[in-house]
């Protein structure tokens, strides 16, 4: 089973600032990794499938690099919307994996 | 619009079944790989199990061998057999549509409520 590690945990930020979040995975994964966010009570939404391709609506200020086993989150400036809990998830091989999350929370 | 609906969640004692069921609309079953991901009270996500028809069914370690998943295509609409439940079991579980033959997950259910508990 291939493991995810997210970090940091928390990540305590301003509105307007730059959140950067990591994946690194225990073996590679190629270009395999997704991003989700999710909500207090919601069910998860996809941001990034693939390492870089932002789904559907997704705005512009999410991008989404790396590959093997270093992935990064990037929020350019982050928006009232943005603090909620994020989670990679590779699909490089079966059983599908997730990482532990890290929440961005209001400074 | 793409729109998936679970039922089935219940409160069960520890060694009790209960079937999970996920219906979809806006799209066919047989097109996407369907899966399960759960999420225990204040805990990360955990992917269970996927059916694709023709014969792509995976476990996680945790419920293989206790879960089972089928789907009925003319009903558009999957299932999750859970046997042997356990405590560890509780949790939201999540119906996904995967993008294609994916597990590129582009839609969620609401989720349903199992709570395994004496």
């Known amino acids: 089973e291939i493991v995810l590690t997210q970090s940091p945990a928390t990540l305590s930020l301003s509105p307007g600032e730059r959140a950067t979040l990591s994946c690194r995975a225990s073996?590679?994964?190629?270009?395999?990794l997704a991003w989700y966010q999710q909500k207090p009570g919601q069910a998860p939404r996809l941001l990034i499938s693939d390492a870089s391709n932002r789904a559907t609506g997704i705005p512009a200020r999410f991008s989404g690099s790396g590959s093997g086993t270093d992935f990064t989150l990037t929020i350019s400036s982050l928006e009232p919307e943005d603090f909620a809990f994020y989670y990679c998830?590779?699909?490089?091989?079966?059983?599908?994996?997730f990482g532990g999350g890290t929440k961005v929370e209001i400074k | 619009e793409v729109i998936l609906v679970e039922t089935g969640g219940d409160l069960i004692h520890p060694g009790g079944s209960l079937r999970l069921s996920c219906t979809g609309s806006?799209?066919?079953?047989?097109?996407?790989?369907m899966s399960w991901v759960r999420q225990a009270p204040g805990k990360g996500l955990e992917w269970v199990s996927v059916?694709?028809?023709?014969?792509?069914?995976y476990y996680a370690d945790s419920v293989r061998g206790r879960f089972t998943i089928s789907g009925d295509i003319s009903k558009n609409t999957v299932y999750l057999q859970m046997n042997s439940l356990r405590a560890e079991d509780t949790a939201v579980y999540y119906c996904t549509k995967g993008r294609g033959r994916t597990s590129i997950y582009d839609y969620w259910g609401q989720g349903t409520l199992v709570t395994v508990s004496s």
């Open positions: 073996q590679s994964v190629s270009s395999y």
């Open positions: 059916f694709y028809p023709g014969g792509t069914i």
């Open positions: 806006g799209f066919s079953v047989s097109d996407n790989y």
């Open positions: 998830q590779q699909r490089s091989t079966w059983a599908l994996t």
